[in-house]
Every structure is written in C-alpha cells, then in structure tokens.
C-alpha cells in the first residue's frame, strides 16, 4: 500500500484522484466527464471511474466513484459527496474530523490553507484484478474496453460501425418512457437450443436502456409488451406517451392497438425506412447481433446458444456509456439511478460451476457440479 495525500474539498462533488495512483482504481469504466475545480477555474476531464480501497488508521474503508484526472496536481476527497452518504463533517481547531453514527472514520488536519488527510491506498486482491483482455472479452468484445492485443473474434465478429445521428434538443425526450421503441428480429437460424427464433426489443429513449425477450413466435410479442409495460410503468409509476415501432404485422394486430388505446399509448408507425426515424433501433440492431456474433465465437458454446448471447449483449450494452447520453454515462445508471458495478460479469459461456442439489443427482456417482 501507499500512503497518499488527500485534500478534503468542498469545491468538488466527486472523489477526485490523479494519475499517480490510479493503478489502485478498481472497477473501472472509462468515462468523459468535465470537472470545473473552484480555484483553477478551468475546466478538466476525467477520463476513467473507478472505486478506490483505502485505510486510515488501520480501518478499511472503500471510495466509490472516483474519477480519475490526469490534468489534476492532488488528490481531492469531496466533502459535498460524503456528506450525501450521511457523514457528518467537522472542521474545527485546524482539524477536520469525518464521523459517522458509529464514530470517527478519518482525521486530517490544516495544513496552509487546505485540510488534508493521509490515506493508505490499498491493492485490490490481485485475484480479482482483471487484467484488460479479459475486461475487454467480459464487456463483449466492446470498443469501449478496448485491447492493446490483436483481438481476432473482433475481427472476425464486427460489422462496420453505424454512425451515431444526434437528435436536436428540442426532439430528446424529456423523462424516463416518454418514448419507447421495439423492435422485432428473426426468424434466426438455427433456433435456439430451446426453440426460440426471434427476439423483441423495448428501448426507453430517455435513458437507453433496452429490455430484450424471446420469442418462439411472432405473434408473442404482443404478450411480452403488456409484460414490459406493467413491469417499467409500476417501476417509475409513470406512463409511457408514445411508442415508436416499424411496420411490422404483430404491432398492427388488433389486440395490440387496443391495449395501446386502453393505455393511453400512442403508436407511432415508420412507415418509410427512413433512417433517421429509425436510427436508433437499426443501431441497436447491429450492436446487439455483432456483439452476440463476439460473444458466441468466443466460448465453447454453439450457434444454437445465440438466445443468451444476445441477452447477454444487451445487459451489457446497457452497462456500456453510450453517446446518446452525457457525461459517459451508462443507460443502467439512468434507469436505476445508481452507477453501475461491473465486478460481477463474467467472460460469456466460461465454466460457471452450479451446485447439483442431492435431489437432482440421479446417483451417487453423478458429479456434485456440473
Ligand atoms: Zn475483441
């Protein structure tokens, strides 16, 4: 561990750390965040996110969310954001205390004109470092996590890129599922190892964040929207105003308008291909079928897995920033108000050991795991 200087700020409303220990950063995703620092009155760039193991006074301790500024001379602990966590922040006596229900949790003192504390900044297990092949193979064969190292399933797996087509201000949604768009694909072949053949997407344009389901026929699409709709309306407990979807027959079924009527939903229909209507899911189309392209090259497993392939695509995608919103965002992080954590994902199709409960094992000699 190294001891590193930090300066508690209440200019700052994130964490702030410099280049100098950002090898410590845990979790990281890259970010394109813009910070104004009071007293330089410039402007600086974060380029990643990450959490941060620290120690003071022996007590371990865990700083989320910092970003990582490689213009930045110090450190800087926020006082605004521990404060937003419940601590209590006390600045007397040349001293600053940081205290919590269960009592003192660091100490600094002045020195010149800034309250700085000593911090040990600690190495995350090597174990659960993750080295950047295999980030960049867990996050789906992303450009955003990208490889130093020839990656050949992204050479083999990727379509060109389709350029990214910003809507004026005034056309951007202005809240979670005011606009929802859906999307149907198939028949894919081979079907599924358990018989499905497409797949139908619902994406909220506020935040980007796309639910996906699939389908053994075309016609189940109707039942997964009523699904959708009650599961994200009772989530946010709001409407969505419009739905945005092509041509396509099962939206122009009979049952499907009228749930919509009955919903105060409004349909909107592309009739033409016009592809600035229908960017965005055309878009999403590509990096969801590219991805799963990836993801399935990449494992043991065959074609007729390509139903999880492209759920895992776009649980990832979600998980990814995208340039539909700002500050390098992650459509996750604006459906569930929270950042993201990426620790828990795992290369797609790797050995995932599931415990055989003694009912389920047929005799003895069958193996505990499988
Ligand atoms: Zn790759």
């Given at each position: 561990?190294?001891?590193?200087m930090?300066?508690a700020?209440?200019?700052?409303?994130?964490?702030l750390?410099?280049e100098s220990?950002?090898?410590?950063?845990f979790?990281?995703?890259?970010?394109?965040?813009?910070i104004?620092v009071?007293?330089?009155?410039?402007?600086?760039?974060?380029t990643?996110?990450?959490?941060?193991?620290?120690k003071?006074n022996g007590?371990?301790?865990?700083?989320l969310?910092v970003?990582?500024?490689k213009?930045l001379p110090?450190n800087?602990?926020?006082?605004?954001?521990?404060?937003?966590?419940?601590?209590k922040?006390v600045f007397?006596?040349?001293?600053?205390?940081?205290?919590?229900?269960n009592?003192?949790?660091?100490?600094?003192d002045?020195?010149?004109n800034?309250y700085?504390v000593?911090?040990?900044?600690?190495?995350?297990?090597?174990?659960a470092?993750?080295?950047?092949?295999?980030m960049?193979?867990?996050?789906?064969?992303?450009?955003?996590?990208?490889?130093?190292e020839l990656?050949d399933v992204?050479?083999?797996?990727?379509?060109t890129?389709?350029?990214?087509v910003?809507?004026?201000?005034s056309?951007?949604?202005?809240?979670?599922?005011e606009v929802?768009?859906s999307?149907?694909?198939?028949?894919?072949?081979?079907?599924?190892?358990?018989?499905f053949?497409?797949y139908?997407t619902?994406?909220c344009?506020?935040s980007?964040?796309?639910?996906?389901?699939l389908?053994?026929?075309?016609?189940?699409?109707?039942e997964k929207f009523?699904e959708?709709?009650?599961?994200?309306?009772?989530r946010?407990?709001?409407?969505?105003s419009?739905?945005?979807v092509d041509?396509?027959?099962?939206y122009r079924?009979?049952q499907f308008q009228?749930?919509?009527?009955?919903?105060?939903i409004?349909?909107?229909?592309?009739?033409?291909?016009n592809?600035?209507?229908?960017?965005k899911?055309?878009?999403?189309?590509?990096?969801?079928?590219?991805?799963?392209r990836?993801l399935?090259?990449?494992s043991?497993?065959g074609?007729?897995f390509?139903?999880?392939?492209?759920?895992?695509?776009?649980?990832?995608?979600?998980?990814?920033?995208t340039?539909?919103?700002?500050?390098?965002?992650?459509?996750?992080e604006v459906?569930?108000g929270?950042?993201?954590?990426?620790?828990?994902?795992?290369?797609?199709?790797?050995?995932?050991?599931?415990?055989v409960s003694k009912?389920?094992?047929?005799g003895s000699?069958?193996?505990v795991s499988r």
């Open positions: 561990s190294d001891k590193v930090f300066y700020d209440s200019g700052c409303s994130s964490h750390c410099t220990i950002g090898r410590y950063l979790n990281i995703e890259p970010v394109n965040v813009q104004s009071a007293k330089q009155g410039e402007k600086l760039h974060a990643k996110r990450g959490s941060l193991r620290v003071w007590k371990p301790m865990v700083l969310n970003l990582l500024c213009e110090y800087l602990l926020s006082v605004s954001k521990m404060e937003r966590a419940g601590l922040i007397e006596k040349e001293k600053v205390e940081v205290l919590s229900s009592g003192l949790v660091l100490r600094g002045l020195q010149g800034m700085t000593l911090l040990d900044v600690v190495e995350q297990h090597t174990a470092a993750v080295s950047e092949p295999d960049h193979r867990r996050m789906g064969h992303s450009s955003v996590h990208p490889t130093k990656c992204c050479m083999k797996g990727k379509q890129r389709t350029p990214y910003d809507l004026p201000e056309k951007k949604p202005k809240r979670i599922l929802v768009s999307d149907l694909k198939g028949p894919l072949t081979p079907a599924t190892f358990d018989s053949r497409y139908v619902f994406t344009h506020f980007n964040f796309t639910h996906i389901y389908l053994r026929s075309k016609d189940e699409a109707f009523v959708y709709e009650a599961t994200v309306t009772s946010f407990l709001t409407r969505i419009r739905l945005r041509n396509g027959g099962e079924s009979e009228r749930f919509c009527r009955e919903k105060g409004e349909m909107e229909f592309n009739i033409s291909r592809p600035s209507q229908n960017g899911s055309e878009r999403l189309n590509r990096t969801i079928m590219s991805m799963a990836c399935v090259m990449d043991p497993l074609k007729e390509w139903g999880e392939a492209v759920r895992t695509a776009v649980y990832l995608i979600n998980r990814l920033p340039k539909a919103l700002p500050d390098g965002k992650t459509p996750a459906w569930y929270r950042p993201v954590d990426l620790s828990n994902i795992r290369v797609f199709g790797c050995r995932a050991y599931a415990h009912e389920d094992r047929k000699l069958d193996p």
